[in-house]
């Protein structure tokens, strides 16, 4: 593909990608109010969930190393497979976390002194760079999928460390909130 090429398939998917970067964020907000109770639908809340996903965004973070490192190795098609892998365990994650947060009341930290402190900062820093990731990821993906390397290879490089803090510190979150989960 020449440059031209490229440039239109970024600008084909541009619209898409900041609709869904404003809407994940948006709906994800809005369901985390709202309980399938509320509405009458008796479920048993999915309390099982949180351990699960965070093992995904375990997962996740190993797969996004293993993908710098098959690159930097020059294997591309294994890159190409551990990153739509990677995508694939985000969505995954998703869909887990919004489930569980339809279904069951949201868990309070119980720590105090300075551990409250560090675990709000993980958490704050964690979701805030999870809304910044999601446009981010898509962009880079699509550069991947026009083959405009130089500029997936640019955008990569700012993507790969922050998704691998939100895919780590969903893991942190998770371990540190833990111990008070009610069953």
């Given at each position: 593909?020449?440059?031209?090429?490229?440039?239109?398939v970024?600008?084909?998917?541009?619209?898409?990608?900041?609709?869904?970067?404003?809407?994940?964020?948006?709906?994800?907000?809005?369901?985390?109010s709202?309980?399938?109770?509320?509405?009458?639908?008796?479920?048993e809340?999915?309390?099982?969930?949180?351990?699960?996903?965070?093992?995904?965004?375990?997962?996740?973070?190993i797969?996004?190393?293993?993908?710098?490192?098959?690159?930097?190795?020059?294997?591309?098609?294994?890159?190409?497979?551990?990153?739509?892998?990677?995508?694939?365990?985000?969505?995954?994650?998703?869909?887990?976390?919004?489930?569980?947060?339809?279904?069951?009341?949201?868990?309070k930290?119980?720590?105090?002194?300075?551990i409250?402190?560090?675990y709000?900062?993980?958490?704050?820093?964690?979701?805030?760079?999870?809304?910044?990731?999601?446009?981010?990821?898509?962009?880079?993906?699509?550069?991947?999928?026009?083959?405009?390397?130089?500029?997936?290879?640019?955008?990569?490089?700012?993507?790969?460390?922050l998704?691998?803090?939100?895919?780590?510190?969903?893991?942190?979150?998770?371990?540190?909130?833990?111990?008070?989960?009610?069953n």
């Amino acid at each position: 593909m020449n440059n031209s090429e490229n440039n239109t398939v970024e600008t084909k998917f541009k619209k898409a990608i900041i609709f869904v970067s404003i809407l994940i964020p948006i709906v994800v907000a809005i369901l985390f109010s709202v309980k399938l109770k509320d509405f009458g639908i008796i479920v048993e809340p999915l309390s099982y969930l949180p351990p699960i996903y965070a093992t995904i965004n375990g997962i996740t973070a190993i797969l996004l190393i293993l993908a710098v490192i098959s690159i930097k190795n020059g294997n591309r098609k294994r890159h190409e497979v551990l990153m739509k892998s990677a995508i694939a365990c985000s969505l995954i994650f998703l869909v887990m976390y919004v489930a569980y947060h339809l279904t069951s009341d949201s868990t309070k930290f119980g720590g105090e002194g300075w551990i409250r402190t560090v675990y709000f900062f993980i958490l704050l820093s964690h979701i805030l760079l999870s809304i910044i990731i999601i446009p981010m990821v898509l962009f880079t993906y699509v550069r991947a999928l026009s083959q405009s390397f130089d500029r997936h290879k640019k955008l990569a490089r700012i993507t790969f460390p922050l998704w691998l803090y939100v895919a780590v510190t969903g893991v942190v979150v998770y371990l540190m909130i833990a111990p008070y989960y009610v069953n």
